[in-house]
């Protein structure tokens, strides 16, 4: 009986005691008082249902539409209702970040980016109890309807769920060890912010690893249905990004091009034929797999 009592307070999620040494106002960078308002510009932040909304004032559109994807009454929304084990089980990228990115991740203060379940904030809290994991997202709604009954399946839940403009971190710099982002950054209006506020926050030796998708041009036509779908559905950006446009990124940034890497490992594949085309570009040098076929990008940048 009281082991059960144990698990069941385990996979509660974490009571909102926020770290306020560490958030800061999106709007002006000022320090939170107690009462979450900014003591510098007096912006008023609130919490509902264990999420901390800390968005700036001024978002762009399809950032605010994201907010629309677990809206009521929206299929995500009515398909996650009760039963948030449909959109976590099964699926290859939690068993990729279990088998070969949690332990490249320095253990301490983690940052998840762009969440939206934030499955990997709660794989490093039960991993590594005690590290401080956040989890976010720019959706209130997918940290509420998504993030908190996700936690539910595992050992123990992120410490904090928070609402946040991956391109306006409202974190004071050098506060993180390791920060994951994986396939969001396609859906930036201006990826270079996020990699150049990923920097700042990072402590010296810290770690970012990122994963998306590089789209030849020549390819666009197999994901441009699907994207232009999603778009316009939700109203939120679902860019294809070419391998040269994610040079051009990460020159824009404080990370180096050094950090991008292609990544033809098929073992994560949902598809057959997607898995069996992955073993054939696997076997080709990167850079003619890269400039040919789709391959997954693999940033990883260690900060000085």
Known sequence: METGTRQSAARTPASPRYELDVIRCPN???????????????????????????????????????DSVFADGSADRRKFAGRPWRMIVGRKEITRFDQEILDQLPPGRFLEIGGELCWAACMVKSVRPDSVAYGTDVSPNALRHGAVPAAQMFPRAPDYLIAVDAEC??????????????????????????????????????????????????????FS????????????????????????????????????????????????????????????????????????????????
Do not use: N
């Not at 932040?45 to 700036?56: D, Q, T």
């Not at 316009?232 to 991008?260: C, H, N, Y």
């Open 28 to 66: 002006c960078s000022g320090i939170l008082g107690p009462d979450l308002a900014c003591c510098s510009c007096r912006t008023a932040f609130h919490e509902e249902l264990g999420v901390l909304e800390l968005l700036p004032s001024a978002l762009d559109t399809v950032k605010q539409q994201e």
């Open 169 to 222: 971190l409202p974190f004071a710099d050098g506060t993180f060890d390791a920060v994951f982002a994986s396939t969001m950054i396609h859906h930036l209006p201006h990826p270079s912010r996020m990699f150049d506020e990923v920097d700042r926050i990072l402590k010296p030796g810290g770690r970012l690893i990122a994963v998306d998708a590089a789209i030849p041009r020549h390819f666009r036509w197999v």
């Open 225 to 304: 249905g699907i994207a232009a779908e999603r778009s316009g559905e939700f109203g939120m950006q679902e860019d294809l990004i070419p391998w040269t446009r994610w040079e051009q990124i990460l020159k824009g940034s404080r990370v180096p091009v050094s950090a991008l890497s292609a990544y033809t490992k098929p073992d994560y594949q949902y598809s057959p034929l997607f898995m069996l085309a992955g073993r054939l570009i696997d076997r080709l040098p990167q850079r003619l797999a890269r400039a040919l076929f789709p391959v997954g990008v693999l940033i990883t940048y260690t900060k000085p």
